[in-house]
């Protein structure tokens, strides 16, 4: 049986290539896909290619690339160490864009709950957002701002609302992604080529500044503006990776003179177990995640503006490198 696949061949080119069918091994299963979640972040850096040598994006965006990480399948047959009780299971997986892919158990997260397949496909994300969250260690009155509000700092802003900070400032430069975010008096949204932002948080705040500043756009050279709205002792969380480098960045009036702290939050940063110090993996936020959306305590349907089947995935790429401003959640269907 063939096994479509979305694959890049090069810089700028998105092709669909029919892959021999794989196997389980001992401890995975053999999913079936129905949707899969572009992420418009990760895979059109690795699309649009041109990376300094030797940089993290240089090693992991290796051509012939197979982009994705967000799919949503039905178990159809597991390795010889699975029970057997897997087979029929709707679970979401790291698995690729392609119609049949396999996931180690470690890897696989059991979908348990009745929530709309293409709402599940947000679930990479938000375990990115939430880890975020997390290592701000934000709290209860705080403030936070939000630079980018691609999906991930949309649901950042979400989460961060969610912990009680308030108020949430949401900085964009596009009005439809502003137009995006639940209508609440806590958040705040800003066009930062429009306004101020620097001014309506100081005003906001009442002079006190953001107390988080969640980095979200990937943009390297805007950062050090982004250190102009915290607070002395303010907490900076680059929640992006960002794809180029960040120039005149002035670690002593940035940093070390307010004494700023700097937290990395990338996905890899979630604990590898739970503990009870520590409970918060991949799979327990995966878990929260489909909590939350199966109780109507968030809502990511807004969050999707292209729905398509998968053989049109290269006409989709090519407008997303075009302009992905009014682009959100692109959902492929594989069925």
């Not at 994006?57 to 012939?64: I, R």
Request: charged share 20%.
């Amino acid at each position: 049986m063939s096994n479509p696949t979305i694959f890049f061949p090069q810089t700028k080119q998105v092709e669909i290539e029919n892959r021999p069918m794989p196997s389980p091994a001992n401890d995975e299963l053999l999913i079936e896909t129905l949707y899969t979640l572009i992420s418009t972040g990760t895979e059109l850096t690795i699309l649009n290619g041109g990376f300094k040598e030797g940089s993290g994006w240089d090693l992991y965006g290796k051509f012939p690339f197979s982009p994705g990480y967000n799919n949503i399948g039905k178990v159809i047959d597991v390795g010889e160490d699975v029970p057997r009780d897997w087979i029929g299971k709707k679970v979401a997986s790291y698995g690729s864009h392609a119609k049949y892919v396999v996931s180690s158990i470690q890897h696989t997260r059991l979908i348990h709950r009745d929530i709309p397949d293409e709402h599940a496909a947000f679930f990479t994300l938000a375990e990115i957002a939430m880890n975020g969250i997390r290592r701000s260690h934000i709290t209860w009155g705080e403030s936070a701002v939000v630079y980018g509000l691609g999906l991930i700092g949309q649901l950042a802003v979400r989460f961060a609302k969610n912990c009680g900070a308030q108020p949430v400032f949401a900085v964009d430069i596009s009005d439809e992604r502003l137009r995006k975010l639940p209508r609440d008096p806590a958040i705040i949204p800003i066009n930062s080529i429009k306004e101020n932002v620097v001014e309506i948080v100081k005003q906001a705040t009442r002079g006190r500044m953001a107390d988080v500043v969640f980095e979200v756009t990937g943009s390297g050279p805007l950062i050090p503006e982004e250190f102009k709205t915290l607070k002395k002792q303010g907490r900076f969380v680059l929640l992006s990776s960002p794809h180029s480098a960040t120039p005149n960045f002035d670690f002593h009036d940035l940093c070390n003179g307010p004494s700023i702290t700097i937290i990395g939050a990338h996905n890899s940063s979630h604990p590898q177990h739970e503990t009870d110090d520590n409970p918060w993996t991949k799979s327990r936020h995966a878990e929260l995640f489909f909590d939350l959306v199966g109780d109507k305590m968030l809502d990511v349907e807004p969050l999707i503006s292209h729905r398509d089947i998968y053989t049109n995935a290269a006409s989709l790429y090519q407008m997303l490198l075009t302009d992905r401003s009014a682009a959100m959640g692109v959902v492929l269907k594989w069925f």
